[in-house]
């Protein structure tokens, strides 16, 4: 069966310091990935989706960053975090051109 | 656009209570229509989907029925319990480059009590 594992589950970070996220999926193969963020008070936002290694779309200028090295890791990445990116960071994965997304657990980030 | 509007809560009830969760979408086109669910501290997880109109998914004896001539796809539960206490969230599945990515609503937090 296919699992997705999202790390770490809560993160304090100072304002200015970089942010590094991983989720990676386990056994599946080529599955598309998507980076969700749900901000205090607002709903899910799609942040960015990848339809295989090295292939990254973005939904939304920020300053995040995303990352797949391989193909069952995706990584969010920040040089520097504002007090903005504080909120709940959703990993997501679905087969290939197939509706159902299946959620990671989270990464809760508070930025100070 | 698209876009996914859903009742602002929260919704307190009773255990035993009738839930409606009502949610309305804009899109081009026949969508197919999700309730997620998120349970405190948790991700979110498919509670159900319906892929055209008049369609009825059901799940934990949730149910939600696609109505595209009101363009709704309100979630109902007869009885809900106190392990029903979650946030829930109704999206709608669209199309871009990787063939699918969802909208979702901003969520409705619903607190059951015994």
């Known amino acids: 069966s296919q699992t997705i594992h999202q790390w770490p589950a809560t993160l304090v970070q100072p304002v200015g310091s970089p942010l590094s996220l991983e989720c990676t999926v386990e056994?599946?193969?080529?599955?598309?990935l998507y980076w969700y963020r749900q901000a205090a008070g607002r709903g899910l936002q799609l942040l960015f989706y990848?339809?295989?290694?090295?292939?990254i779309s973005s939904e939304v200028p920020q300053n995040l960053s995303a990352s797949r090295p391989q193909d069952r890791q995706f990584i969010l990445s920040s040089k520097k975090l504002l007090l903005s990116d504080s909120g709940f960071y959703l990993c997501?994965?679905?087969?290939?051109?197939?509706?159902?997304?299946?959620f990671g657990p989270g990464t809760r980030l508070l930025v100070l | 656009g698209n876009s996914v509007t859903q009742m602002e809560g929260p919704v307190t009830l009773s255990e035993e209570a009738f839930l409606t969760i009502n949610c309305t979408y804009t899109?081009?086109?026949?969508?197919?229509l999700f309730w997620y669910v998120q349970y405190p501290g948790e991700g979110l997880q498919l509670l159900l989907k319906?892929?055209?109109?008049?369609d009825k998914g059901s799940n934990k004896g949730f149910e939600a029925t696609y109505r595209k001539e009101t363009t709704s796809f309100h979630l109902e539960k007869g009885s809900v319990q106190v392990s029903d206490s979650a946030v829930y969230f109704c999206?709608?599945?669209?199309?871009?480059?990787?063939?699918?990515?969802?909208?979702f609503g901003k969520g409705t937090t619903l607190s059951v009590s015994s």
């Open positions: 997501a994965w679905s087969v290939r051109y197939q509706e159902t997304q299946y």
């Open positions: 056994g599946t193969s080529n599955p598309n």
């Open positions: 990848s339809v295989g290694i090295g292939q």
């Open positions: 899109a081009t086109g026949y969508p197919s």
């Open positions: 319906a892929t055209k109109a008049d």
């Open positions: 999206a709608l599945r669209t199309i871009n480059q990787a063939g699918t990515a969802l909208i």
